[in-house]
């Protein structure tokens, strides 16, 4: 299971549901408590460097974005304890304001991951912020190791369907529990051999730093900025490297910042049980119940994979994750029922679809390689190392919190950076940011990746006078754009305006 969102595979997963319906087939432990460490910086070389933006080209297995979207690289020091050392190049995506006057700058997104890219993320989330663009030119990002920003690659499409089809996620036996961690180191290794240097270069805190030079060079006095899911993780770094240069910076998806990797994936196992007991309600079924028949069809293809409508298997994985990526927005929510429909005649079509979506494999059998850039940035953000036994160990705890996602959620938390090449960098991140200027968090109340409880911790977490916390009574993985007037014209008018809301502002609707 990944850690947050894939803005890519759930805009994959949406357009399949479209198709369905008409039945197709950080910052380390050693600065905590001692203050921000905004004194390091790129040399005076590279905060003075000149952006050549020019028309977009095409990502790898993806169209360009067309003739609204400029693009340009930006350097950036590779370490920034040697800010006039090596340099690497951050890809960027502009989109003009379309207002005359009254421009207020740039507008920087992030929509998570970690992993995800802003480069090709940005243009497919246009239309949502119509209202921001007459204002601000709407900028986006390859984080450091992601896309077109030094991109990481860690094996080869064939080895990852391998994987997908033949380790078991939820290993039952010692010969599959040895297969399990054998493929997670091996993928480690094969990350350390793609990255190379880069692979303990490629922390929230870098890309935080990457995001001030950014902001100069951009030409902005200050950080206006829009983080969404592991995106808020990365804006609460910023604001505490640095507070005085926050602008006005909304969170949304918040991530639990006080949680460390045991706690995000306790959080995660609970917020994607609480969307699928909702998802149940709404159809008018017993929660446990439902959850209850899902578990039982995962243990008819633990022992035996369901056919498809091609040469390849739905698997026990294949099929959790298939069912996972339609919690994310309530707006997928008929395609779960679709494929679980399907898997009760015995037909895996639909859930191994789906979870071709969240994985970003294509047609052909290509995999994108957001996943190998998310492990590779969040385990040399995470300090924590759990061994198989303490795994083992979590077990009941975890099924009893999701009987559903428990099982995987619980391996997870030692399969993830198991034998990882580098060393991680802490516990949770440092986002206390004291002194910066108001910055917006929401929670939704059904988000079941980074669950509600975490927006508050956050709000808590950056300080009194600066989280200013907001609640959305919804479904889905973040609210702006997701239906709610009330969300949107708050936001707006924080961005376009200045205005925060009252701290506790919650919209029914």
Not at 132 to 140: A, K, M, P, T
Not at 329 to 347: F, I, N, V
Not at 361 to 376: E, I, K, L
Not at 410 to 439: F, K, L, M, Y
Request: charged share 25%; proline share 5%.
């Amino acid at each position: 299971m990944q850690r947050y969102v894939r803005s890519a595979a759930l805009a994959a997963a949406g357009i399949l549901v479209a198709g369905l319906a008409v039945g197709c087939d950080g910052s380390s432990d050693d600065h905590k408590g001692r203050g921000r460490q905004d004194e390091k910086g790129a040399g005076k070389g590279l905060a003075a460097q000149k952006l050549d933006w020019d028309r977009c080209k095409a990502p790898e297995g993806g169209t360009a974005p067309g003739s609204g979207w400029q693009c340009a690289t930006l350097k950036v020091p590779l370490d920034y304890a040697e800010p006039d050392g090596e340099t690497i190049g951050i890809a960027l995506i502009r989109g003009k304001s379309t207002g005359e006057g009254d421009r207020i700058g740039s507008l920087v997104f992030n929509f998570g991951g970690p992993g995800g890219s802003g480069v090709s993320g940005l243009p497919s989330f246009a239309d949502m912020y119509g209202t921001l663009r007459e204002r601000y030119d709407l900028v986006s990002f390859d984080p450091r190791g992601v896309g077109a920003s030094e991109g990481l690659r860690c094996r080869d499409d064939k080895t990852t369907q391998a994987a997908e089809e033949k380790v078991d996620l939820t290993p039952d036996t010692p010969a599959e529990e040895k297969a399990y961690f054998k493929d997670a180191a091996d993928f480690g290794a094969g990350c350390a051999r793609g990255a190379k240097k880069l692979i303990g270069h490629v922390s929230t805190v870098e890309a935080a730093r990457d995001m001030d030079l950014m902001r100069q060079v951009l030409g902005d006095d200050k950080l206006h900025y829009m983080g969404v899911s592991y995106g808020t993780e990365l804006g609460g770094t910023y604001a505490h490297l640095f507070p005085k240069r926050v602008g006005r910076l909304a969170m949304d998806a918040v991530v639990d910042p006080s949680a460390d990797s045991v706690g995000h994936a306790e959080n995660q196992a609970r917020g994607f049980q609480r969307a699928l007991d909702n998802y149940f309600k709404s159809r008018g079924q017993d929660p446990k119940a439902g959850t209850a028949k899902i578990a039982k069809l995962f243990d008819r293809l633990d022992a035996e994979p369901m056919r498809t409508s091609g040469d390849r298997k739905l698997t026990e994985s294949l099929a959790s994750t298939g069912i996972l990526v339609t919690l994310y927005s309530k707006q997928t929510w008929p395609a779960l029922t679709r494929g679980l429909q399907d898997a009760e005649k015995g037909d895996g079509t639909t859930l191994l679809r789906l979870a071709d979506a969240y994985n970003e494999r294509d047609a052909s059998g290509r995999y994108s390689t957001q996943n190998h850039a998310q492990r590779t940035i969040s385990c040399l953000d995470a300090k924590a190392r759990s061994t198989p036994e303490e795994a083992s160990k979590r077990l009941d705890r975890f099924r009893g919190i999701s009987p559903v996602f428990g099982a995987f959620m619980a391996w997870d938390t030692a399969g993830w950076c198991h034998r990882w090449p580098v060393a991680g960098q802490h516990d949770s991140p440092e986002v206390s940011a004291p002194g910066a200027a108001p910055i917006l968090v929401i929670g939704n109340t059904g988000d079941p990746a980074t669950p509600y409880e975490g927006a508050r911790k956050m709000a808590d977490e950056l300080g009194k006078g600066v989280g200013v916390h907001m609640t959305w009574k919804g479904e889905g993985h973040g609210a702006y754009g997701n239906g709610s007037d009330c969300v949107d014209d708050t936001v707006d008018d924080y961005l376009l305006k200045g205005k925060a809301p009252k701290d506790g502002k919650v919209c029914e609707s």
